[in-house]
């Protein structure tokens, strides 16, 4: 250079720039190409490629334009090596910018047409180069492309062919989304495995191992939730991207900093890792600001702020729609229209889902056609279309359980997953699988909603007709006798009410004749044993001197009973409105479900046991009456005779239930049945009241025919 040999420094880095790009020396290659003249510099192609590669991590968009004039003029010379190289760079550095992805389409085209053409690329590092960077292209802009896999895999294997670290991490990166994406999970774990390893091989240069864990810290999140681990990433790649003074991919950590945050609930550190990407988002780069409005989205609607969540998912959607980015888009589409409808926008929710299942399965992506039936469930739901409900709903279980999908749900209020998952298994659905999602996610149903028998509880206890405890899936044997103690006071517990029972009240139930400190320390060491027996501190809960089983973590027969009743109870009032006139006789086939025998039968322990049975009879027995009652007027006399069994079966003497059984019989014409019936009631009521049947039963019998006489056998005398 001192000597003015321009020429000769331009021999010596054609000879060596790509050993200082491989030793990580790209800044030392750029300060030479910089003391060249200008007019050398624009007037070399390789010089400018050169430029290009020094100047991709740092500033994408300068590196583009360099790259765009080498294209130009290795094409004008007819120079293949250095057109493929320099078509390669430009790919890469609108994929590094983050910014607009659609002039991918002009270079997808250039090769899609020189391919077709037969052209062959000149060595193996020129193909291993432009098969990652086509298949990288086609993950952003053409995921339907029908080459995509032939290019994800021509870039794996032309990568480790040509011994370059960097083109096989890069390669591996867009294998394992692409291999996610499509549901071949298999090869998406060994590509996520291999990706580990060379973020942290020596044959990887510092910036692409720093990209390199990014990328896996957000995979692992969306294919694994493994918080912890992304976590431990985002920490390791933060202190790499420090010591290296490149902070250009900050906003990348951060953003999977937030994404474990809030996978995880935790809203307060979620927000402290956006706050930080906000710091860190490179200027004008719509893409980054589409990821950040998308995160900030999910967190305003995890901190119950629909209205901020809506305005970020907007945002998120327009930028991802101006950056071109469709995979990115169709799931900023999928997030508005589950926040659309949980703002009660369901038109609006319609009009965002149009035509994107169908994007969706032309592209194969089985991550998205999952998260895309599951939205559509949810808003025909809403819509009160069941019909279409149902049938999005198990196209989308089904499809999670071939894919073995558990942790997809990154637009989902826990409330609303929870709501599908009931009506999964309320219509027998993927049952198994439906079950592991709920707890894999930890999901609790609302205790008021009705119906939650076969949802996973922890702990559930049945007291009608029998008592059982089940925990954990397991049914606990009761008749131990070290156990007989910890379960008294579960029943008694229970026949309180199960809420803010006073220690006192149960000490007094339990330990009658014991002096209040002995009582008080009985119960204590009670409790703690009943605690144990269930397997989890949070199943009963005491608080200021009051016990509460929890109704978030467990499940009793009788207060599902209860809550039936109560809605019977509702719909029969004046003026409440039964959607199909059929309320009041579903929810007395669902009481009669439940009510399976006497509330704890056989236990007298505690007076208030014997009072809340008989309540509940009482309760009950109305219920069944009405529903009767129903399908009398339906003219459903299998379903009303059903009804009044079942009442006879809890009350052997009532003759409302006599009186109705009777009827329903005579109206279908079994004169025959009729009358057993009323000569059973003749019986029951003598025996056991010492009284006859009111007139009215009698007078009912007189509108059916009489009941057959007994056919005798005659004897035949032998001739």
């Known amino acids: 250079r001192r000597c003015g040999d321009f020429r000769g420094v331009c021999r010596v880095i054609r000879k060596e720039a790509a050993s200082l790009v491989l030793e990580g020396r790209s800044q030392t290659l750029g300060e030479w190409i910089l003391c060249l003249p200008e007019d050398l510099r624009a007037g070399d192609p390789w010089l400018l490629y050169w430029t290009g590669v020094c100047s991709r991590m740092r500033d994408p968009a300068e590196s583009r334009a360099a790259f765009e004039r080498s294209f130009d003029l290795f094409s004008r010379t007819g120079e293949e090596a250095g057109a493929f190289l320099s078509w390669s760079g430009i790919v890469d550095a609108i994929l590094f910018e983050w910014n607009d992805f659609r002039p991918l389409d002009r270079w997808i085209d250039w090769l899609d047409r020189r391919v077709a053409e037969g052209a062959a690329f000149p060595s193996a590092e020129v193909e291993a180069r432009v098969s990652a960077s086509m298949s990288g292209a086609l993950l952003r802009r053409r995921p339907h492309h029908p080459e995509i896999r032939a290019w994800v895999d021509r870039a794996l294997s032309a990568s480790r062919a040509a011994g370059d670290g960097n083109l096989r991490l890069r390669s591996m990166v867009r294998a394992a989304n692409h291999h996610h994406w499509t549901g071949d999970r298999a090869a998406a774990s060994l590509a996520l495995e291999e990706i580990r390893l060379l973020s942290r091989s020596p044959t990887v240069s510092p910036g692409h191992a720093i990209l390199g864990m990014s990328l896996e810290a957000s995979t692992l999140l969306w294919a694994e939730a493994d918080t912890a681990g992304a976590l431990r990433i985002v920490s390791e790649g933060l202190d790499a991207a420090r010591r290296l003074g490149a902070s250009q991919w900050d906003h990348l950590f951060f953003a999977a900093g937030a994404y474990a945050a809030l996978l995880a609930g935790d809203g307060k550190a979620a927000g402290e890792y956006l706050g930080k990407v906000k710091a860190a988002l490179p200027a004008s780069r719509r893409f980054a600001e589409c990821q950040y409005d998308h995160l900030c989205a999910w967190h ?103 894919q073995e999908y558990v942790n997809l749900f990154w637009w989902w209020e826990p409330e609303a997953m929870t709501r ?251 004169a025959a049945e009729a009358h057993a019936i009323y000569q059973r009631c003749c019986k029951t009521l003598t025996t056991v009241l010492g009284v006859s049947p009111s007139p009215d039963l009698q007078a009912i019998l007189t509108s059916a025919p009489p009941a057959p006489a007994p056919v005798r056998k005659l004897s035949v005398p032998v001739a």
Request: glycine content about 10%.
């Open 300 to 402: 305003h609607l995890l901190r119950g702020d629909p209205k901020g969540a809506a305005a970020h998912a907007g945002r998120a959607l327009a930028n991802a729609e101006a950056a071109g980015a469709v995979f990115p888009e169709i799931l900023c589409r999928l997030a508005a229209a589950n926040i659309a409808e949980g703002r009660g926008e369901r038109e609006e929710a319609k009009a965002l889902l149009l035509g994107v299942g169908d994007r969706i399965r032309s592209s194969g992506n089985r991550m998205f056609e999952f998260m895309e039936r599951l939205t559509a469930a949810r808003i025909a739901f809403g819509s009160g279309d069941e019909s279409g409900g149902f049938s999005a709903l198990r196209e989308g279980m089904t499809l999670g359980r071939v």
């Open 420 to 670: 599908l998952c009931i009506k999964a298994l309320e219509a027998g659905i993927e049952k198994e699988y439906v079950l592991g999602l709920i707890r894999k996610n930890r999901l609790v149903p609302d205790p008021s909603a009705p119906d939650l028998e076969m949802w996973p509880w922890p702990v559930k206890v049945y007291t009608l007709g029998r008592f059982s405890l089940i925990a954990d899936g397991k049914v606990l044997p009761v008749a131990r006798k070290t156990r007989q103690k910890p379960l008294l006071l579960l029943k008694a517990l229970i026949a309180l009410g199960g809420r803010e029972v006073p220690e006192e009240r149960l000490a007094e139930v339990l330990w009658p004749d014991a002096d209040g400190d002995l009582a008080h320390q009985s119960l204590a060491k009670t409790l703690e044993r009943l605690r144990e027996m269930l397997g989890d501190d949070r199943a009963v809960l005491l608080r200021d001197g009051r016990l509460t089983l929890n109704n978030r973590h467990c499940w009793v027969d009788v207060w599902e009973l209860e809550r039936t009743l109560g809605r019977a109870d509702a719909a029969r009032k004046v003026g409440a409105h039964a959607p199909d006139g059929g309320e009041i006789s579903r929810l007395a086939e669902r009481a009669i479900a439940l009510y399976r025998g006497t509330f704890l039968f056989g236990e007298t322990f505690c007076s208030c046991i014997v009072t809340y049975r008989e309540r509940l009879r009482s309760k009950f027995l109305r219920t069944v009456v009405q529903g009767g009652r129903h399908w009398e007027k339906a003219e459903e006399w299998e379903k009303a005779i059903a009804c009044y069994q079942k009442g006879l079966e809890v009350d052997h003497v009532s003759e409302d239930m006599y009186r109705s059984l009777i009827s329903c019989n005579v109206r279908m014409g079994r």
